[in-house]
DNA sequence: CGTGTTCGTTATGCATCATCACGATTTCGA
DNA sequence: TCGAAATCGTGATGATGCATAACGAACACG
């Protein structure tokens, strides 16, 4: 897209602001929540005033979108960097090395995980085909990558639940197609189930409702949740 | 507390402006979001100004709490109900029952359902001891005397994943005492981690990650998450 | 029928979002 | 090197929403 061959200096300047208003933002984020992003604050940390602003944002809502579309890649980026971090044979593994990261990255930023996968911010309107949908295949597609690598190895064993309706086989034929032929539609279905899960677990952990477990039961509560979930999936652990 | 013998005229025309007031929240919150729930326009709907809401609620956020306390309690009686017709000694079809329930009321009101169980609203104290941890205690509630009552019946068999971490039984034994005997700390273990794959379920479904399936699919994915969810705990199911 | 409470209105102050017009700085071509 | 043009930031301005204050109308009650 860019061609990094002509990084003008003014540009990286350009870059570097922009940056810094994310960075300020997410940090205004993180202890005001996210609707209380105000341009006026931004700029005072910056040392500016609230209109220069306008001069790299359109308005508010097109730096929460920016930032939605950041998050998804920052927690699609760790999630990947530590599910490689880990032998690609060993999927029960990578599996739970991806959840831990899942969790840590939404107990990390909790407003941001709001931003992405909560409920949808005050009046914006939703970008059609933003950043939402794009990040959420991500998150199933790596998901998906690790069932199928499953199935190769044969290690994928039939699931808790095997009754699979028409229409959800259909679906994942249709909307999944590279999953045909080696993930039974029994084990898709699964493999949507352990993702709710992780993602029940993550969201109650990260708004605190586990807060009156210590730490240490908190923290060995969700790695019981992750086994349960790769279990039920037939996931092969251990 | 109110004495009901004296609903004077005016204490029951207040009520019901109160009353008028959440609804017409709710009705705007259903269909601008959370954060857009402006006086001004709860005011013009019922035919007032702005400043006269304040006769009822001394500001925004005493209004959020109220609605925040009114969502827990609808969505707890709505589960509560949907348990109640349902055989007792069938713990499995009241477990279905009330999951059921459960995200169809988040479904039917996801913007109540992100108020109360979301990411904390704007920049409003958290109420300490406010109705949070109140209805979450309650929804918990809810779950364990299902699993007292399967355990009773000798129903209740081993979950998915037995290993119980040291502080997690402590933290079973002295939050919930109510279980000690009847019901295993791997149990409880394994009921936290089906009302994760519920919750996350639900959010997953409310918020719209689901909606590439059909309505058709997608009813019967939920349905088999939870018998996923009830079979890993080691709930009684068919 | 008068008195006091309750309720709703208009008027006002304050903060934020967003735009505009202007000045200062930087970039770059002639 | 110098001057035109783009870029960037500021102060001024208008619109909207939150919240309070002061005033007036309607109601309950003795």
Redesign the interface.
Known sequence: MTLTSTPTRRERQRAATVEEIKEVARGLMRH?????VRFTDIAKEMGMTAPALYRYYADRDALLTDLIADGYRDLGRVVAEAREQVDADNVAARWIAAGRAYRDWARRE??Q??LI???????YVAPEEGPTTDA?KDAMSQLSALFIRAAELGDLKA???T???D??A??AAE?HPELSGLVPPASF??M??A??????????DA?G??D???D??RD??FE??L???A??AGFPIE
């Open positions: 005001q929540g996210i609707t209380d909790p407003a995980f709001a996968l909560g409920m949808p911010v005050p009046g959420a699931p808790l639940v009754d699979v309706s229409a959800m259909a679906c909307k279905q699964a949507i189930t993702w709710a899960t992780l993602h029940g677990a993550t969201c109650l708004y409702q586990f009156w477990l210590g240490e039961a060995q509560l019981a949740t086994r349960t979930a279990l039920a």
